[in-house]
């Protein structure tokens, strides 16, 4: 399960306005320790392409649709930038699968 699924089954406002195709920006995290950012594979180019995106971008920002839970995660803590640039649709609010 990705942290976008975590977070919509959880109530927590994470947009993922392309519902975790890599079309978007709207799922970006910060990653808030390095031990666990170091824990996750490397971003696809891309990810990366879609990170340059995104709003508030830090040397820890991952797609959420992109980190997926291992156990290895567990305690993981992520912050949900004040803002996510959506192009194509302003507004919208998705609805959780």
């Known amino acids: 399960m990705s942290m976008l699924e975590a977070a919509h089954e959880n109530d927590i406002e994470l947009e993922g306005a392309c519902e975790g195709s890599l079309a978007c920006s709207t799922c970006h995290v910060i990653v808030m320790d390095m031990q666990y950012y170091n824990k996750l594979e490397d971003p696809t180019d891309e990810e990366n392409d879609m990170l340059d995106l995104a709003f508030g971008l830090t040397d820890t920002s991952r797609l959420g649709c992109q980190v997926i839970a291992t156990p290895e995660l567990d305690g ?22």
């Open 76 to 97: 993981i803590r992520l912050a949900i930038p004040a803002a996510t640039r959506n192009f194509a649709v302003d507004g919208y609010v998705p609805k959780p699968h």
